[in-house]
């Protein structure tokens, strides 16, 4: 019975996550602030590719190999690339959520420094991770980064994202790291699911450490909030137990 109610539960609050994100996509479109741009760009880009050439895809992606034969441009390129329609869809929901309330708190101009420089740290920690024939595609990286920023400097913002239950981003960020880290550590470095999350987590290392760059106290303060969440989070098994 008690697992039943937690079911439906979570259920509901997907529903209200789902509709918290739609909420702000909208908003987003609305505003028509500079992500929502590079947004635009992503879908042109992917759509343009599906349609042409999909092979266009293999030419932008980014790998070792690729950089080690002075492709040093795939550092930037692959973020505007993306595999398929699943990828562009989930990445435009991140990058709206996450690029609005980032870009509307701090300016276009911070927005698009952290999400580039958070990008290229997530791409050079994928190639760093993985075998030089392994290829990454998606903006997810530079997107984990202004998830990041905003753990660092708003805490306590209500965020959807990554698993479209409404928790402080924070939160979301500490369960995230929580399930990742494991597997990053285990020896499957590039992936898990065809999911690069070593370019995920450099992504969140990158955000951080701009957070750090460009709003010291409070990230500082964000730090704090996020260790403690940690704690909480860890020691709930046992407590409960």
Known sequence: MASESIGLLLI???????????????????????????????VVIFAYMAIANPFLISKYALSYAKIASGHGYTLLSYMFVHANLLHITLNTFGLLFFGY????????APT?????VSG???????????TPASMVVG???????????????????ITPMPFFIPMPVALATVLYAIL??????????????????SAHLGGLIGGSLMAFAMNYAQALKGLVIVLITAI???ALPAILV
Request: aromatic share 14%; charged share 5%; hydrophobic share 60%.
């Open 180 to 197: 990742v880290v494991p597997v990053f550590l285990s020896g499957n470095l590039s992936s898990f699911g065809n999911v690069a999350q």
């Open 112 to 116: 698009l420094m952290v999400y580039l």
């Open 12 to 42: 509901l609050l997907s529903f209200i996550g789902v509709a918290y994100l739609f909420l702000h996509m909208f908003m987003a479109i609305k505003q028509r602030g500079l992500i929502v741009w590079i947004a635009f760009l992503n």
């Open 139 to 157: 903006a997810s990286g530079a997107i984990f980064g202004l998830m990041a920023y905003l753990t660092l400097t708003r805490p306590f913002k």
């Open 101 to 108: 309330n980032m870009e509307k708190e701090f300016g276009s």
């Open 120 to 130: 290229i740290i997530a791409g050079a920690t994928f190639i760093m991770t993985s």
């Open 232 to 234: 909480i989070v860890l």
